[in-house]
């Protein structure tokens, strides 16, 4: 009968607000060249996968017992790194982890977002977003890019002006973007603080390790804003993408806030093992991202050569255009062993860079296109 019917009975008593949403899905396909997700393609070196081995041995024994709730030595190491990187003294205390960036996001949404209140990002940005957003309850506002260029760029002017016309509870800032590719101007940060002054607003710097050179960090600015937070991820520079190991900075009150919506014990002992482990090779771990930086510039040439107009990138992606319909060349270049993103850009597609071989069996897909997919 209809009652028995386990989607009617599911849809039923599910969330008003979840009806009719789909999830997360970038497709894991086991295709030769796997660039859609912008993972590292880069294996983890021999001394990281030693030092990581016996960091994880270590645990074991122990797992009787919950890991560190307060993962200290992990905060302090991230510190550190941070600091290293950015040249702006930070201490554990201004330091936040979880399982990958999207918890951190997750954990600020759930403090300071929610029911009855607003998020707003500049779209195309990181399409999780808006998921994780509104999956906590909190009315999502698609801000735009671009006006008044025609590009994707977001100038201060456009971004204050849409923070002020719209006053979110939290604002989301992508730098260097995802899909687009380019890392914002400090400018824009800056006139978006200043137009939200009592908004949490987070800058998500996923790939700051491959912007181009003068490309400052946001951490720069956290000092005079006691609301900002920057979110960074071991995921993608340090080739880490499966210890899930995600951060953030940001001030330690605004930290406090975090400890009320985490899970007791949300980080495992593993987990905390890998990422010190990995902390303290992280020269080992970060020599691939020089190499990566190299393919992406040789793809954004090459792909302006052939035709196929990319957006600058600061990233370990180029998002490309020029495309007559996105989803039937994303179909041939599969169909040609290359798996790249449908972002659901009208004309685009965004591939990852990766190692030589993969820029060259993913170039001499798109020379192979036909004229057609122009
Ligand atoms: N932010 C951005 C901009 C991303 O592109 C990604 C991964 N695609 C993430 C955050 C989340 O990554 P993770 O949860 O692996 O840290």
């Known amino acids: 009968s209809a009652a028995q019917d386990p989607t009617a009975l599911v849809q039923a008593l599910l969330r008003e607000d979840l009806r009719g949403q789909s999830a997360y899905g970038a497709p894991q396909l086991d295709v030769p060249v796997r660039l859609n997700t912008n993972e590292n393609s880069y294996d983890v070196p021999d001394d990281v996968v030693d030092a990581v081995t016996d960091a994880v041995a270590r645990t074991a024994r122990h797992l009787n017992r919950y890991p560190d709730r307060e993962f200290v030595a992990l905060r302090s190491a991230l510190a550190s790194y941070l600091t290293g990187q950015t040249g702006v003294t930070l201490t554990a205390e201004q330091v936040w982890a979880a399982n990958g960036s999207n918890e951190v996001l997750q954990h600020l ?40 260029s025609g590009t994707f760029d977001l100038t201060p002017g456009s971004a204050a002006e849409q923070v002020r016309r719209h006053r979110p509870h939290v604002v989301f800032l992508c730098s260097p973007n995802n899909p687009t590719g380019t890392a914002l101007g400090l400018d824009v940060v800056r006139a978006v603080l200043d137009a939200a002054p009592t908004s949490l607003v987070v800058v998500d710097e996923a790939y700051a390790e491959f912007a181009r050179p003068g490309t400052p960090s946001a951490v720069t600015l956290l000092e005079d804003h006691p609301l900002l937070v920057v979110t960074r991820t071991m995921s993608k520079a340090f080739a880490l993408a499966g210890a899930r190991v995600g951060y953030l900075a940001g001030a330690a009150e605004l930290l406090d806030a975090l400890r009320l919506v985490r899970l007791p014990y949300h980080l495992s002992d593993p987990t905390q093992a890998v990422a010190l482990a990995a902390l303290e090779h992280h020269p080992s771990l970060l020599r691939t991202v020089e190499a990566i930086k190299e393919q992406r510039d040789r793809i954004v040439a090459e792909l302006d050569t052939l035709g196929y107009p990319p957006v600058p990138s600061d990233a370990n992606f180029v998002l490309f255009g020029g495309l007559a319909d996105a989803p039937s060349t994303w179909r041939a270049l599969l169909d040609a062993g290359v798996l790249v993103r449908d972002v659901g850009l009208p004309g685009y597609l965004r591939v990852t860079a990766g190692t030589p071989a993969e820029t060259d069996a993913f170039l001499a897909a798109v020379s192979g296109l036909p004229d057609s997919h122009r």
């Open 109 to 148: 949404v759930q403090a300071f977002g929610g029911p009855g209140r607003t998020a707003l990002g500049f779209t195309p940005a990181y399409s999780m977003h808006p998921i994780i957003a509104r999956t906590m309850g909190t009315t999502w506002v698609d801000g735009l890019r671009g006006a008044p």
